[in-house]
């Protein structure tokens, strides 16, 4: 059975189609946003540049005020100077005292009056300080009053420290005349600076922006934030002041760096003063007022950017799930593709079953091979009508089996195909559903030829038994024989070795009494001699003719021979003692605490009768102060093993050899042994093979072929230590021992 499904060309155009409204929704929604973007800045723009000109225009109506308070106050000394009748320059001290007696205390931000006569000289009242005189004159607006007295019209100033105070101020200026019009010297009043700053820092604070005061002529009246590098900072150059200069009252423009020096396009806003030459300038730079702006643009970007990724991301999982729904259809039909394939073609015989009916469904290849049948003929019948159970309780237990568990495997059956032939086989069963339909899915394993393998299996088991049982009772007998075999080998390998030692020591026994017949033989000798001499000088005694002369040559000559006595009794003596020391440590197994190097040299000294007539010679070095708790008769064995195989296989066709045994402490616990020689040195099959029990060089000719296997059961066994040996033809040959200074406490029979 198959799924309805959609078309794969309806899945793609489907997906297509999505895909265009996905990106047509982006654009949309990227080209909406960059328009509310755009619109938004204009429409900032245009608010702010509204509400600068609002700001500029109250800024401008405040300066106009002040300034215009400032006029009323010279008015007022004018009309106080034209009512006293003064006239000319006749009394200046009475202007004076007008200008003293003016009260401008009332205005807080008016700050002094000054009176300059035409002469230059000038008096400053304030409500602060009494009248006094001061440098007035030298300023740019007085001096130009006074060299111009036809000039009726208010003049402005620059700013100036105070004298007294240091306080900045704005000077306001005119020429003072009589009741006649004659000019009698300029008044002037000068306007705290600090009262525009108040303000001015209020308005810029609150809005990020810098007020400026700017005089026609292009200097600076006043600026906030106040800073006074700005204060009377000429600008009469700066282009703007040439778009200020024209005819508008008011109006705006961008630039960087006019009345500023910080970097950055700003946004001014200028208004002129009405009957006064300064301008208001009123200035935000552009970071400030797009602030806002951006904040509104960033979260337009991030709300489009959302709502693009929600799109993408919606249709991402739609064309997701458009894909998996197509490699599912794939899927599908390449998995109903298998199946049946997998279903006909399988060596394994399958079958499909109505569960109810037990009617055939399906039949693969290999069923209907094995028993002989057509698909048409088995489709619709069920297997008892076809009569291929040979037994049909095996089929109700079966089905009993299947109800139960819902499974069966490897069930044995007996199955007819259609020429009569039994087959046997593992049926495996398993129920599904198809729709509403119940089916069996029967697997059978044609196991009709290992059946007849285990039969044929067991019976040659049987015979494999009975040829068993006979060829074990032979082993028993030929183990038998064998066991009495190695007993003797084993008994004539330990007369071997305790021959191989007695050997040894006999050849010890000879080189000492060799080496023992020169100091006896020289004892008798002047034993004899001194036995004649006495016996001279007895007679000579006897007879009366003992001369001086003739006790005198007894004397000497007993003190000759008694000495060369001494010294043959005392070596024969240290080779007594040195052979019943070494010969009760070979013929014996006894443990003590000894002295390395006494022993060895000890043991070379018995040694020395077997090289002594040759040009052979051993070298010895021995490391004293090294103490060994271990079996010495066992350590002199090998050195005799090591210079009798050097003399009898290492010398071997040569006239002289050199031997050369070392013994050192290896470490705290240990002692390194070495012995080389130069000789003719082994082969490499040799050296594999040295220690073997029974292997020789010399079969036939005097060897035992036991020396090397015995040096090696005493190193590993009684001493405990371990042995190498390195070899080369004509190379000479190196042995190296390694021992334990505490050898094991229990000597294992073997080394006997």
């Known amino acids: 059975m198959t799924l309805p499904a959609l078309s794969l060309p309806a899945l793609s155009r489907t997906r297509l189609a999505l895909l265009l409204f996905a990106a047509a929704t982006a654009i949309t929604i990227a080209a909406q946003t960059w328009w509310a973007i755009s619109q938004d800045r204009q429409q900032t723009l245009a608010s702010e540049t509204t509400n600068s000109l609002v700001a500029v225009r109250l800024l401008e109506e405040h300066a106009s005020q002040t300034l215009q308070d400032a006029v009323h106050a010279l008015d007022r000394v004018a009309r106080a100077v034209q009512a006293s009748g003064t006239a000319g320059n006749a009394n200046p001290e009475t202007i004076r005292r007008i200008v003293a007696t003016h009260d401008i205390g009332h205005s807080r931000h008016l700050k002094a009056l000054q009176y300059v006569t035409p002469q230059g000289l000038s008096w400053i009242s304030s409500p602060d300080y009494p009248t006094h005189a001061t440098q007035a004159s030298q300023h740019s607006h007085i001096q130009y009053l006074l060299a111009n007295p036809a000039d009726q019209d208010v003049l402005v100033g620059h700013p100036y420290a105070s004298p007294y105070d240091s306080q900045w101020v704005i000077p306001v200026a005119r020429t003072l005349y009589g009741a006649r019009g ?16 108040t303000l001015y820092t209020r308005v810029a604070k609150e809005n990020n922006a810098a007020v400026t005061l700017l005089s026609d002529e292009g200097f600076i009246l006043a600026r906030s934030p106040f800073e006074a590098r700005y204060v009377d900072r000429d600008v009469r150059n700066e282009l703007r002041m040439v778009t200020m200069g024209g005819s508008a009252v008011e109006g705006t423009f961008d630039d960087e760096g006019f009345l500023d020096d910080d970097d950055g396009a700003k946004l001014y806003t200028y208004r002129k003063l009405s009957g006064f030459p300064v301008t208001t300038v009123y200035a935000r730079d552009y970071a400030s007022v797009l602030a806002p702006w951006e904040r509104r643009t960033y979260e337009r970007l991030a709300l489009a950017t959302a709502t693009i990724a929600l799109t993408v991301a919606l249709t991402y999982f739609l064309t997701f799930y458009i894909r998996r729904l197509e490699r599912a259809q794939d899927s599908l039909r390449e998995s109903e593709t298998k199946f049946i394939g997998l279903f006909r073609d399988s060596p394994v015989a399958h079958t499909l079953v109505h569960y109810d009916s037990g009617q055939f469904v399906e039949a693969n290849n290999t069923w209907l091979q094995k028993f002989g049948y057509r698909l048409p003929d088995v489709i619709g019948h069920t297997a008892l009508d076809l009569g291929i159970w040979v037994d049909p309780r095996e089929r109700a237990d079966m089905i009993a089996l299947l109800s139960e568990r ?275 040195g082994m082969t490499e099959d040799t050296r594999n093979r040295v220690f073997d029990p029974f292997f020789t060089t010399k079969l036939g000719q005097g060897g035992s072929g036991l020396g090397m296997n015995i040096v090696y059961n005493i190193v590993r066994e009684v001493l405990g230590g371990s042995i190498a040996i390195a070899s080369s033809p004509a190379g000479g040959t190196c042995i190296t021992v390694h021992l334990p200074r505490c050898a094991p406490r229990e000597m294992p029979a073997t080394a006997g």
Do not use: W
């Open 406 to 680: 819902g499974l069966v495997d490897s069930f044995e059956v007996h199955h007819r195909t259609t020429t009569g032939q039994v087959v046997t086989g593992l049926m495996s069963g398993r129920t599904f559903y198809t729709g509403r339909d119940k089916l069996i899915h029967f697997t059978l394993v044609d196991i009709t030829r290992q059946r007849q393998a285990e039969q044929e299996i067991r019976e040659l088991n049987q015979q494999l038994e009975e040829r068993v049982r006979a060829r074990t009772e032979r082993l028993e007998v030929a183990n038998r024989d064998l066991s009495v075999a190695l007993d003797s080998v084993r008994a004539m390998q330990t007369e071997l070795v305790r021959s191989e030692k007695l050997a040894a020591l006999g050849s010890l026994v000879a080189g000492v009494a060799h080496e023992l017949n020169t100091p006896i033989g020289n004892c008798v000798t002047v034993g004899s001699t001194l036995q004649h001499q006495v016996a001279d000088l007895t007679q000579a005694f006897d007879r009366g003719e003992l001369r001086r002369s003739a006790l005198q040559n007894y004397l000497d000559s007993a003190s000759r021979g008694t000495d060369i006595l001494m010294r043959a009794l005392t070596r024969a003596g240290e080779l007594i003692g040195s052979f019943k020391r070494v010969a009760v440590d070979q013929s014996s197994d006894q443990r003590r605490v000894f002295d390395v190097q006494t022993v060895l040299r000890e043991v070379c000294l018995t040694l020395e009768p077997m090289y002594k007539a040759t040009t052979h010679r051993l070298e010895l070095d021995l490391e004293s102060g090294v103490k060994m708790d271990s079996y010495p008769g066992a350590l002199g064995q090998l050195v005799t093993n090591f210079v009798s195989n050097a003399l009898q296989h290492g010398f071997e066709g040569r006239s002289h050899g050199h031997m050369h045994l070392r013994a050192t402490a290896d470490g705290a616990d240990g002692v390194a042994l070495v012995f080389s020689d130069d000789g003719v």
């Open 182 to 197: 004659e000019p009698l010297g300029v008044v002037s009043v000068d306007i705290r600076l600090s009262y525009f700053g």
